[in-house]
Every structure is written in structure tokens, then in C-alpha cells.
Nanobody, 115 residues
Framework: QVQVVESGGGLVQPGGSLKLSCAAS????????MGWYRQAPGKQRELVAM???????NYADSVKGRFTISRDNAMNTVYLQMNSLKPEDTAVYYC?????????WGQGTQVTVSS
């Protein structure tokens, strides 16, 4: 059974930082492109950042320069460091593992940016 489990969400003030973690099953992690997506109320789910098995990364324009995605293959974990958070970053953040064109999703973790 493949598992993808996020952690690290919470409430933070504007301008603050938060780090999300996502652990995936060892059987898929090393060969997976790992992505963070988010979905705000009333909006479609959107890609925030992605890191490929070779280490290359992609970011949504809205988070470039503020968010950093990284992966630790030894720990089967991907991270999303979020700095300079804005209220518009408020959303449920989902981790995705894409292995051989099969998508595995986590349950999501809430991030709320508010004073």
C-alpha cells in the first residue's frame, strides 16, 4: 500500500514562515516526481512547486523567490519551505507523488495566513 503523508501546516501571521513535510512510501519515492499543490476555498487545485527525481524544480510564479522545495531521498521525504507568507497563500496543501504516470495524493494539510 503506497502512502503519502503531509505534516507541518498551521496558522501563521503574514510575513511569517512555515515548513511542510511529506513522507512517501519507499517503494515509489526515489523514482517519483514530487509536487506540492494547494486548493483555496472556491478555487481549483493548483501546482505550487515540483521537484523531479534528478533534483530539478519548478515553481508557480506566485511563489517564486518565497517558497523552496527540496527532497531527502534517504528519508523518502519532500519539504516545502514557505517564507514571506501572504494571506493569499491560505489553502489546503496537498503532496503528490507521480511514479510511472500514476498519481498518489496525501490527505492535505491546512495552512492559514492571518493576523
Amino acid at each position: 500500500q503506497v502512502q503519502v503523508v503531509e505534516s507541518g501546516g498551521g496558522l501563521v501571521q503574514p510575513g511569517g514562515s512555515l515548513k511542510l513535510s511529506c513522507a512517501a512510501s519507499r517503494s515509489i519515492f526515489s523514482r517519483s516526481a514530487m509536487g506540492w499543490y494547494r486548493q483555496a476555498p472556491g478555487k481549483q487545485r493548483e501546482l505550487v512547486a515540483m521537484i523531479f527525481s534528478g533534483g530539478s524544480t519548478n515553481y508557480a510564479d506566485s511563489v517564486k523567490g518565497r517558497f523552496t522545495i527540496s527532497r531527502d531521498n534517504a528519508m523518502n521525504t519532500v519539504y516545502l519551505q514557505m517564507n514571506s507568507l501572504k494571506p493569499e497563500d491560505t489553502a489546503v496543501y496537498y503532496c503528490n507523488a507521480n511514479a510511472y504516470s500514476i498519481n498518489y495524493w496525501g490527505q492535505g494539510t491546512q495552512v492559514t495566513v492571518s493576523s
